[in-house]
C-alpha cells in the first residue's frame, strides 16, 4: 500500500520521517515522504541548523500529485511534527484532497506536541491548530500520555482515567485512540505501557522498561509508523498494538547494546518485522 508522511526530516539521527520511511518499507508499503521541516539534526541535541518547509510548498507538492491522479492509489495518510500552526493546515488539505480521491484511505495522526520530561517543545499555536483542523479528520490518533491529557484535558494517570481521555479524544472524530507512554499510577515496575480502544474494545500492551538514560528521540514516530504498517495489513487493533510494541521494545533494546545517542534503526530493522520478543496486548474492556 502506499502511505503520505508529513512529518518532520533530520540529516543526523532517526526521527520522523527519518524513522517511519524505513518501517514501513520492511513492513511492505510504499512511502510518499513530505517534510514538515528540514534540520540538521533533532534539537533535543541542544542546537540545529535548518528551517520549516513554508505550508504553500506542502500544498503545492499535494496538488502536483492529485494533478497526475496518483492521490487514488494512496491508502493512508501519516502525519507527525509540525513547524509552525499553519502547516496544520495544509496537512489537513492533503487529507481532505486524499480522501476526496480514495474516500477509504485512512488519516493516521501523531499529534507531537511535547512529552512530559520536557512539557511542551512545538511553536505556540501549534496544538490548538492540531485540535482544531487535524484531529476531527483522524482514524486514527496516537498520543503520548502528555499530549492525551493536554488536548482531552484529562490526565490518564489511571486505566479509568485514560478510558475517559480516550474517549473524550474519540468525541473529537477519530474511531480509534492510542495512548503511548501510559504513566499510571498504579502501573507494575518496570514496565511501560500503551492503551489503545476502538470503542469496541480496549486494549493494553505492556513492555519491559529499558534504562536508556536520555531516551533516544522518534520512539513515538516509529511507533506510530510500524503500527499503521500493520493496522493497513489486517485492520485488527490488537495485532497492531502488539507488533508495534514489540518492535518498537527491539529497536531501543538495540539501541541501548549500541551505546547510540539515536535510534539504532538501521542495525535494528529486522526487530520490525520479527521482534525478539512478543508482546501480547491484554483486553481490559
Known amino acids: 500500500m502506499n502511505v503520505l508522511s508529513i512529518q518532520s526530516h533530520v540529516v543526523y539521527g532517526h526521527v520522523g520521517n527519518q524513522a517511519a520511511t524505513l518501517p514501513l518499507q520492511r513492513l511492505g508499503h510504499a512511502v510518499w515522504p513530505i ?40 491508502d493512508a495518510v501519516l502525519s ?5 500552526p499553519e502547516t496544520v493546515g495544509a496537512i489537513a488539505a492533503a487529507v481532505d484532497r486524499v480522501k476526496a480521491a480514495n474516500p477509504d484511505a485512512v488519516y493516521c495522526c ?9 512539557g511542551a517543545f512545538v511553536r505556540a499555536g501549534v496544538a490548538e491548530a492540531l485540535v482544531a483542523e487535524a484531529i476531527p479528520r483522524a482514524d486514527i490518533l496516537m498520543p503520548n500520555a502528555f499530549e492525551a491529557a493536554r488536548i482531552s484535558g484529562i490526565d490518564p494517570a489511571s486505566l479509568a482515567d485514560a478510558a475517559d481521555a480516550a474517549a473524550q479524544l474519540r468525541a ?3 474511531g480509534i ?3 503511548k507512554s501510559l504513566a499510571r499510577s498504579d502501573a507494575p515496575q518496570g514496565e511501560i505501557e500503551t492503551f489503545a480502544t476502538d470503542g469496541a474494545a480496549t486494549w493494553l500492551a505492556a513492555a519491559p522498561r529499558l534504562d536508556l538514560g ?3 528521540d522518534g520512539a513515538g514516530d516509529l511507533f506510530a509508523a510500524i503500527f499503521l504498517g500493520h493496522w493497513l495489513d489486517h485492520r485488527d487493533l490488537r495485532s497492531a498494538l502488539g507488533a ?10 538495540r539501541t541501548l547494546a549500541c551505546g547510540t545517542d539515536e535510534l539504532a534503526l538501521i542495525v535494528a530493522q529486522d526487530e520490525i518485522v520479527a521482534p525478539t520478543r512478543p508482546v501480547l496486548p491484554v483486553r481490559i474492556g
Open 110 to 118: 501523531d499529534p507531537v506536541i511535547g512529552d512530559a520530561e520536557r
Open 214 to 216: 536520555r531516551r533516544p
Open 244 to 253: 508495534a510494541a514489540a518492535a518498537v521494545h527491539g529497536v531501543l533494546a
Open 177 to 179: 485512540v492510542v495512548i
Open 172 to 174: 473529537r472524530g477519530p
Open 35 to 74: 517534510h514538515t521541516v528540514r534540520f540538521s539534526n533533532h534539537p533535543g541535541h541542544g542546537g540545529f541548523a535548518g528551517r520549516a518547509t513554508e505550508p504553500a510548498e506542502i500544498v503545492d507538492l499535494v496538488q502536483g500529485l492529485e494533478a497526475r491522479g496518483f492521490l487514488a492509489r494512496c
Open 80 to 84: 507527525g511534527y509540525v513547524g509552525a
